[in-house]
């Protein structure tokens, strides 16, 4: 079949914002490697992510569980000391914080977000969104910087490149 990718995929990215915050993320330049992900499903999805792809930044802890913002992958996975089997790390670059955080309480009462990975598994770090999910946590959010949404209602956030 080769590769025919239909459109970007989309992911959530979870970390405590004591170990790296949005916050971080921003001031760094907006581009970081995301490492330190040792649970082997969560490392399945790394290797999974495309240049391009788009995924929340979410901020999980007891402080604080909520979508914050976006971040595209901007380099695939890789490993740092060379070895296949080793760590496995992607590069990503913010995009934009969102215009509302999206709070995990207010994502489980919404009933379109039913099923979602996250409420099933909600150890894991790094984990696949369907285009549905996605589209409708934005909603939530009321869309984030940078999506070429601004307040004009449309909800077309492919104009990203």
Known sequence: MGKMVKGKQYWLLKTEPGEWSWEDQAANGGVT?????????????????????????YHSGASARCVVGVVSVVKEWYSESGDKNSEVVVDVKAVGEMRRRVDLKDMKQDGELKGFVMFRQPRL?????????????????????????????????????
Do not use: T, Y
Not at 34 to 56: I, P, R, Y
Not at 142 to 156: L, M, Q, S, W, Y
């Open 33 to 57: 490697k995301w490492d330190g992900v040792k649970n082997k499903q969560a490392q399945k999805h790394l290797k999974s992510m495309k240049e391009g792809d788009l995924c929340f930044f």
């Open 125 to 161: 770090s790094v984990m696949p969104v369907p285009e549905e999910v996605w589209k409708r946590i934005c909603e939530l959010g009321n869309g984030f910087e940078g999506d070429g949404i601004g307040n004009d209602g449309g909800d077309e956030e492919e104009d990203l490149g």
